[in-house]
Each structure stands twice: as C-alpha cells, then as structure tokens.
C-alpha cells in the first residue's frame, strides 16, 4: 500500500490533521498518534528523520513549528516520502503563502483537499503543483 497515515503536528504535540489510509479505530489511533509524537518530538535535529514504530516506518520533517509525520510499510523508500513531504510543504506554501499552523487550523478543508488530490489509497498520485491547486483554485472563484 505504501502511505499509512499523514500527520501534522505542532511543537506541543496536538495534532492538526490527520489522514489515515488504513482502518483503525478512534482508540487505535488515539494511541498510535500518542506513542509517534512523543517519540518523534524527543528526537534533536542532529539525529536522522526516520523511526521504526510497531510494523511502521515513520519518515517525519519539521518546517517551522509544524511536524509533517508519514507513517509507511517497512519497504517503502524513506527519501522518497521526505521528498513527498517537501512537495506538500511546497504547495501548501504556493497556495497559503508560507503556511503556518493557522493556516492548517483556519483552512482545514483545504489541506485535506490538497492530500486527497496528492495521495489516493495510500499512494502517490499527483506531484504537480498545479494540478493539486487547479481545483482548489476553481472552487474559490465559484464561491
């Protein structure tokens, strides 16, 4: 499958989005965003981006006060998905003018929307920047 689940999350550890691609109850991933953020919040900047977790591997990236964790399969390449994670960045960047976390909180939808025009199913499907915010773009002229 390759992409698990996608977190965004701040330097106090709440999580600002979340998107899963497997199914796992509210508790389960309760549990599961707990024992991840701890354990990528801990780390320093000196130690690599990657961490083992149960039957994940969690590739993560801090940009300003936002941690992006992508939870994925143990075969899955790690750069692969730090690049996947500087893409989204990049877009949420181009279409929210250096995101923050208040852009995340204020304009939820939207992130979700530019994720589920990215990833469909647990893998990659769009890497252009403009196609992922053609749509968005669409829907704020029509409203």
């Given at each position: 499958?390759?992409?698990?689940?996608?977190?965004m999350?701040?330097?106090?550890?709440?999580?600002?989005?979340?998107?899963?691609?497997?199914?796992?109850?509210?508790?389960?991933?309760?549990?599961?965003?707990?024992?991840?953020?701890?354990k990528?919040?801990?780390?320093?900047?000196?130690?690599?981006?990657?961490?083992?977790?149960?039957?994940?591997?969690?590739?993560?990236?801090?940009?300003?006060s936002?941690f992006?964790?992508?939870?994925?399969?143990?075969?899955?390449?790690?750069?692969?998905?730090?690049?996947?994670?500087?893409?989204?960045?990049?877009?949420?960047?181009?279409?929210?003018?250096?995101?923050?976390?208040?852009?995340?909180?204020?304009?939820?939808?939207?992130?979700?929307f530019?994720?589920?025009?990215?990833?469909?199913?647990?893998?990659?499907?769009?890497?252009?920047?403009?196609?992922?915010?053609?749509?968005?773009?669409?829907?704020?002229?029509?409203?």
């Amino acid at each position: 499958m390759g992409i698990r689940f996608i977190l965004m999350v701040n330097k106090q550890g709440q999580t600002r989005l979340a998107q899963y691609y497997e199914w796992l109850t509210l508790e389960e991933r309760r549990a599961l965003e707990g024992e991840i953020v701890r354990k990528c919040l801990a780390r320093n900047e000196q130690q690599c981006s990657f961490v083992e977790h149960r039957n994940y591997k969690i590739v993560y990236r801090r940009y300003a006060s936002l941690f992006f964790l992508v939870g994925v399969d143990n075969e899955e390449n790690e750069l692969a998905i730090l690049e996947f994670i500087h893409l989204l960045v990049e877009t949420m960047d181009r279409h929210f003018g250096n995101v923050c976390e208040l852009d995340i909180m204020f304009h939820l939808e939207k992130a979700h929307f530019m994720l589920e025009e990215m990833v469909m199913n647990g893998s990659v499907v769009e890497t252009s920047k403009a196609n992922i915010l053609s749509p968005i773009q669409l829907m704020e002229k029509a409203s």
